[in-house]
């Protein structure tokens, strides 16, 4: 008998022990996309009040960067130094989800930024099958970002 109750509390414990690892381990969390920009001013001028970003507190203090808040644990860096806008995919983007895509659309057209859907036809908004809106611009760098209006 007291074989099966050693038995039963080495099983106990080493499932207590394997729970406690399992739920120690953590799916990784985006901390932050850093992007490399040639007027610093101007990018941080189109990220505060086109695409509406809070700016959070940087530690460097060198006038090369700004950052940005994105979610509760993530921030977009922007890092002054890149020698010349290039062009950039489209494929490749960072996307933003605002409740309105059309309330959005009042700031570009107010700014008389260009804006496309997904296929390239200028001032048109994609509906994804979802029933997603979504909208492709520039910023000052070339780099694409989307805005939709994504729930989730």
């Not at 022990?17 to 969390?29: E, L, M």
Request: with cysteine.
């Amino acid at each position: 008998m007291k074989g099966v109750i050693k038995s039963g509390l080495l099983i106990a414990i080493c499932c207590c022990f394997f729970s406690i690892v399992i739920a120690q381990k953590q799916q990784p969390v985006l901390n932050h996309i850093a992007v490399y920009v040639k007027d610093l001013k101007a990018s941080t001028h189109f990220y505060m009040n086109i695409v509406q970003l809070d700016t959070i507190p940087e530690p460097f203090h060198d006038g090369r960067h700004t950052w940005f808040s994105v979610g509760p644990k993530s921030h977009l860096h922007l890092i002054q130094g890149s020698a010349t806008v290039t062009a950039h995919d489209k494929n490749n983007h960072i996307c933003f989800s605002v409740a309105s895509v059309d309330i959005f659309l009042q700031t570009l057209e107010k700014h008389n930024i260009e804006y496309e859907n997904w296929a390239g036809e200028k001032k048109t908004v994609t509906k994804r099958v979802d029933g997603v809106q979504q909208i492709y611009f520039k910023d000052p760098d070339g780099y694409w970002l989307e805005i939709n209006d994504a729930k989730e």
